[in-house]
Every structure is written in C-alpha cells, then in structure tokens.
C-alpha cells in the first residue's frame, strides 16, 4: 500500500532508469506543448495556423446574415470535446478501480513475464502516474467545453452588418475565445496520447521510454511535416507572419 509518510521503501522500490523514464515523459509533454504553441518565427506549427483559419472563420461570420453553420459548426466542435471528456472520465474510473485489483495486475504480468513482477506500491505508483495524465486531459476538455460556450455567446452577441466595424470588434473576440477553447482541447489531446504512452511503464521503463519518444515524434510529425500543414500553407504569406 502506498505511504507517503514514509517515502523511503517507494524511492528504494524505483530503480534511476524508473525516475528517468517518468521525468523523460513529464519534460516531453511540457516541451512538446511550447514548442508546438510557440514554434519558431516562419516555421509555424498546424496548431498555430489554424488560429489564422478560425479569425478567418468568425470575421466571415459577422458578415453573414443566417449563421446557422456557424452554430452548427461550433455545437459539433463542442460536441466532439464532450465526447473526449466523457471517454476521459470512463478510463479515470477504469484507472481508480484498477487501484483496488493490484495484486491481481501482478499476477497476470508474473504469468506474462517473472521479470515484471513488482511490489504493490510500484503498481500503485504507475496507475496513479497514468490518472494524473488522465486527470489533466479531463479538466482541459472540461474547460474547452466551457471556452466553446463562451465563444458561442459571444457569436450570439455579434450585430448585424449594418454596424461592421462593431461586428469586426466582436468577431475578433469570438476568435480570441475560440482559440483559448481550442489550446485547451489540444492540450487535453497531448494529455491522452502520454496517458497512453504511460501504460508502457506496465512493461518496463525502457518501453516506456520508447513509448513516450515516439509520442513526440509523432506529435512533431503532426504539426511541423504533415501534409495538412503544407495544405494550410498554401495560400499565407512568406515568409510567415503571425496575425
């Protein structure tokens, strides 16, 4: 059972490689998110220019007249975040029951593998690491939810085109939310995909190692060498300026 008030038989029961695969997946997450976030002056991320596309989007909005795509639009975004919120908080409980059925998770990997079998509190310890990931992905899907619809009244309060530079002022602010909602949902995505990579640790840390490398990997695939980065290119100024 694990003990915090005596960290002594759970730092003995880690080896460095442990610690090191742990860290290397925290330092992961959080570097892959400032990089992708704040790439390099004219080498913008898909995270990025997609913030150009959504300006581009409500501006157009203020200028219609029926914005029933528009709510259309914005209710499926809210609708695909809920659906990653939900599935977040199933596996949340699928991690906390798992908490209870430890020394049965040993037994199978000892079947599996003598090798992988370990103390309770290292089973304990590697559910726990998975929630917290689980946990971050939640709340940034809660509070994605939530910019959405903020972003939606903020679509409701945008006047008609007889005032245009009102409307432009509001529409400008919708965007502003829109990409707050949309940094959250990513973020929250990032969570997942190292929850994910996390279970490795259930294997070994070097598996996890190779897990949360290639994590990154393909994360940086995703927004700096995709095609649908080049497809968002097209058409943007260059060098590449930021609005």
Same mark, same amino acid.
């Given at each position: /059972? ?64 029926? %914005? ?50 370990? #103390? ?25 939810? %939530? ?39 990513? %973020? ?16 070994? #840390?070097?598996? /996890? ?12 695939? %995703? ?21």
């Amino acid at each position: /059972m694990l003990n915090l008030t005596d960290p002594g038989p759970l730092l003995s029961a880690f080896s460095a490689i442990d610690w090191a695969a742990a860290a290397l997946t925290l330092a992961t997450l959080f570097l892959s998110t400032w990089v992708i976030e704040h790439p390099p002056k004219g080498r913008p991320s898909t995270h990025v220019l997609m913030h150009h596309y959504r300006r581009a989007w409500l501006h157009e909005m203020a200028l219609r007249d029926v %914005r029933i795509f528009d709510a259309q639009l914005l209710a499926t975004l809210r609708q695909g975040t809920a659906f990653f919120a939900s599935t977040t908080m199933i596996a949340i409980g699928g991690g906390a029951a798992a908490l209870g059925r430890t020394e049965q998770l040993d037994s199978v990997a000892s079947d599996l593998n003598q090798a992988l079998s370990a #103390p309770i509190v290292v089973w304990e310890v590697k559910i726990l690491f998975v929630i917290a990931f689980l946990t971050f992905a939640f709340l940034k899907f809660v509070w994605s939810m %939530r910019l959405f619809g903020y972003c939606a009244v903020l679509m409701a309060a945008t006047p008609s085109e007889q005032d245009p530079e009102a409307a432009m002022a509001m529409a400008t602010r919708a965007a502003r939310v829109n990409i707050l909602a949309d940094r959250a949902f990513t %973020r929250g995505l990032r969570g997942l995909y190292f929850a994910i990579a996390a279970l490795g640790w259930f294997l070994g #840390p070097a598996v /996890m190692i190779g897990a949360v490398l290639l994590t990154g990997s393909i994360l940086w695939r %995703r927004e700096f060498k995709s095609q649908t980065r080049t497809a968002l290119l097209e058409g943007m100024p260059r060098p590449w300026t930021p609005s």
